[in-house]
């Protein structure tokens, strides 16, 4: 199946010159986004054992918990400040316009587990980078990273040297 060809490309989305790949497509359609699942399951194959995947709000939800069930895992969420309960640690990166703050729950990864990060997009790499500042303040070792779609264009890979990056499909 060439999920390329249902992906929603939704012009000058947020703004003027960018061109938004919409993931909903893909979604509403059982055949596509069983696919999509099973073809990410599929590329977890290429990284060596891990112990969690950790996703961020809100799309390595979509895409995290269900690989996390598939492969008998435990899922760590990312959120936005404030949106968890118990306490947590922060890291503070940088937006093209200001910055943003993540946070999870201090008590997610417990020290020398090897986690997965899963998420839908690489475009800059900026929130992968603090995905992966989160992970290792509480000793985690990054085992890999898996996305639904890569934007090669934008060099995010360059930001994430040294560590296994695989994604689903490329732009």
Do not use: W
């Amino acid at each position: 199946m060439d999920l390329k060809k249902i992906l929603r490309h939704v012009p000058d989305f947020p703004r003027p010159g960018i061109d938004f790949i919409d993931i909903t497509t893909v979604l509403q359609d059982p055949a596509a986004l069983k696919f999509c699942l099973d073809a990410m399951g599929e590329k977890l194959q290429e990284f060596s054992d891990f112990d969690l995947i950790v996703g961020p709000e809100s799309r390595g939800f979509i895409f995290g918990m269900p690989l996390a069930y598939q492969y008998g895992k435990g899922f760590v969420p990312i959120r936005k400040k404030g949106k968890l309960p118990a306490e947590t640690i922060r890291v503070e990166y940088a937006l093209e316009y200001g910055t943003d703050v993540l946070e999870m729950h201090r008590d997610a990864i417990r020290p020398g587990q090897r986690v997965l990060i899963v998420d839908d997009l690489l475009a800059t790499g900026g929130t992968t980078e603090a995905n992966i500042r989160l992970v290792q303040q509480l000793d985690g070792v990054i085992a890999g990273i898996l996305y639904f779609i890569e934007l090669s264009f934008l060099n995010g890979r360059s930001r994430l040297s040294g560590l296994p990056v695989t994604s689903l499909v490329t732009f």
